[in-house]
């Protein structure tokens, strides 16, 4: 915790002089009871003795004290409800995703533990599919539709090739569509086949102030690869656009992290799970790195992200906070005096 204006924090020394000046106050008034002879009188000065004659005063100290505080303008970290609108679920639909080690395959298991996420996720946070092979493609534009994104996962197909780069540009071109991304741009330049007249007079990718990594708090992606870039942008170099842009990237490595495997066709396919190049993504752009060799593994890594994206823990100055708890404070020790005493005391 720290204070934008502590000097105020001096006020606080003030605060021992209160209960001095409030006992001083009751001897003052015994010693007034004692001159009259009114009954009534002296037995109201010797209800000075209840505790509920001093716990009035007492709430009311409490509320000064958390006033004065406040004015100093405290600052600490606390976890919120996510303050980000739109995620971005980049998934690996190459054919190495038919293999069995994670049962009953590597697909299957992703799409379930995808329609789980979505499940759990709240309403509100828009969410965006993206799909990539050899190429990636945008499934479902970020929507609140959840039938949407479930139609859209379960309509997967797979290709050759694993160009994780692109989807993470692509993903970046749907979170920031005036920034002018074109993953073919990127791959190819100017080389691009099939070029027409209206690519050419696109105007280039905009140009940007980088931020902090993970400072951009309206979005993230949640990117799921079992294999290693093939093809396309370079896995880090889009992850550096990412990072420049403030967007964290939670990054979900499935299955075995080497070797050859077989399809439930009993064809061979090489595979080996790039873990050094994904940690890396997850570290430039402010994310986590999370293994699942297992289908429940892979279901508890995306419940686990389900909550972490849910709340998150900020810098929040707590005046506004501080000030309300103690006016409720302060008007607590109002009534308990109007009901007890028929006057404030």
């Known amino acids: ?190 080389k691009r086949h099939g070029r027409s007249l209206d690519d050419k007079a696109k105007p280039p990718p905009k140009q940007i102030t980088p931020v902090a990594p993970g400072s951009y708090k309206s979005a993230a992606i949640i990117l799921l690869s079992d294999g290693r870039w093939t093809t396309g942008v370079d896995t880090l170099e889009a992850a550096k656009m990412a990072a420049d842009r403030g967007v964290r990237i939670y990054v979900v490595g499935l299955g075995i992290a080497s070797g050859a495997a077989a399809t439930a066709e009993g064809l061979p396919i090489y595979v080996q799970l790039d873990e050094p190049t994904l940690r890396e993504v997850a570290r430039m752009t402010g994310g986590e790195y999370h293994h699942a060799g297992t289908a429940e593994k892979l279901r508890s890594v995306y419940e686990n992200l389900g909550s972490r994206v849910q709340v998150a823990t900020r810098e929040t100055e707590l005046t506004a906070l501080l000030a309300l708890a103690s006016a409720v404070v302060a008007l607590t020790a109002a009534a308990l005096s109007v009901l007890w005493f028929g006057r404030f005391t």
């Open 1 to 190: 915790m720290f204070f934008l204006w502590p000097h105020y924090l001096w006020l606080m020394l003030a605060l021992p002089l209160l209960p001095v000046a409030y006992v001083w106050l009751l001897r003052r008034r015994r010693k007034e009871a004692v001159r009259y002879s009114s009954l009534g009188v002296v037995r109201a000065a010797a209800a000075g003795s209840s505790w509920k004659r001093h716990l009035p005063p007492a709430l009311l100290l409490l509320a000064c004290s958390g006033l004065m505080f406040a004015v100093a303008r405290p600052v600490a970290r606390v976890p919120l409800p996510w303050a980000r609108s739109t995620i971005m679920l980049a998934m690996d639909v190459s054919l190495s995703m038919r293999v069995a080690d994670v049962l009953p395959n590597r697909l299957e298991a992703a799409q379930e533990a995808a329609k789980l996420f979505l499940r759990d996720l709240p309403k509100g946070i828009e969410v965006g599919l993206v799909t990539f092979a050899g190429s990636s493609q945008v499934a479902q534009a970020a929507t609140l539709d959840r039938a949407s994104l479930v139609a859209a996962i379960d309509a997967f197909q797979m290709q050759y090739g694993t160009a994780v780069g692109n989807a993470i540009v692509l993903c970046l071109a749907e979170l920031f569509p005036d920034h002018g991304l074109d993953v073919g741009e990127l791959t190819f330049g100017n």
